[in-house]
């Protein structure tokens, strides 16, 4: 059910810096790209998603690239926090069908 | 507290012994969704209802699991004669679909964990 590749596995950052999750799809008929943040012991929750007619999407310290033509998306956090450590996961949806999301990227933000 | 709940939120069972977890959508909800998380990987989905009626399995779902939603509110995921294999967590998830076109974001619950010995 791999349809949405992400990399990397693990990430490691300085506080401050800019972390940057990459990922990949193949269906061309996902018009809905999610990103989600999972804390340990709590469900995954929404952080931000885009659709494939906006190059890119910010709010706050987090940004969507979006490259239709490469069938790539990433996420950008800025001035990465200690707070921002977590799992990270990228999905993508078709219309009205389920959601299914790649295999996610621990993020530690180092203090 | 109006959020999705998942009862228990731990099992511990002996393989070969049947599971039932709950969950409680958001109440407005009318699309209810059941997924796997293994250790190290992302939510796997399973199956997915529109208020009571169920519109997909996914093919990984052997015919020892079965869901329901009955009434379109609250919905079970069964595990029949477990297995070793089965440990995971089990994850719910609800959204208001109002069109076909709608983003739909998932609002999972905190999961019910299972340990098959």
């Known amino acids: 059910q791999q349809q949405v590749k992400q990399s990397p596995q693990s990430l490691i950052v300085q506080k401050g810096g800019i972390s940057i999750i990459n990922c990949a799809y193949e269906?061309?008929?996902?018009?809905?790209f999610p990103w989600y943040q999972q804390f340990p012991g709590k469900g995954p929750a929404l952080l931000i998603a885009?659709?494939?007619?906006?190059s890119e999407k910010k709010e706050g310290r987090f940004t969507i690239s979006f490259n239709k033509s490469a069938k790539q998306f990433s996420l950008h956090i800025m001035d990465s926090q200690p707070g921002d450590s977590a799992t990270y996961f990228c999905?993508?949806?078709?219309?009205?069908?389920?959601?299914?999301f790649g295999a996610g990227t621990r993020l530690f933000v180092k203090a | 507290d109006t959020g999705v709940s998942q009862d228990p939120r731990h099992k511990i069972t002996k393989r070969g012994q049947n599971v039932t977890f709950r969950c409680d959508p958001i109440?407005?909800?009318?699309?209810l969704y059941w997924y796997r998380q293994t250790l190290g990987q992302g939510p796997e989905f399973l199956t997915y209802?529109?208020?009571?009626?169920?519109?997909?399995k996914s093919r990984l779902l052997s015919d020892r699991f079965s869901a329901e939603r009955p009434k379109g509110s609250f919905s079970t995921l069964e595990i029949q004669r477990t297995e070793q294999g089965d440990s995971a967590m089990y994850l719910c998830?609800?959204?208001?679909?109002?069109?076909?076109?709608?983003?739909?974001?998932?609002?999972f619950g905190e999961g019910s964990r299972l340990t098959v010995l």
């Open positions: 109440s407005e909800h009318n699309r």
């Open positions: 999905a993508a949806k078709a219309g009205g069908f389920k959601t299914i």
């Open positions: 998830a609800s959204s208001l679909t109002v069109t076909v076109e709608a983003g739909g974001e998932l609002f």
């Open positions: 209802f529109q208020n009571e009626a169920q519109l997909e």
């Open positions: 885009i659709r494939p007619d906006v």
């Open positions: 269906n061309t008929a996902f018009d809905y």
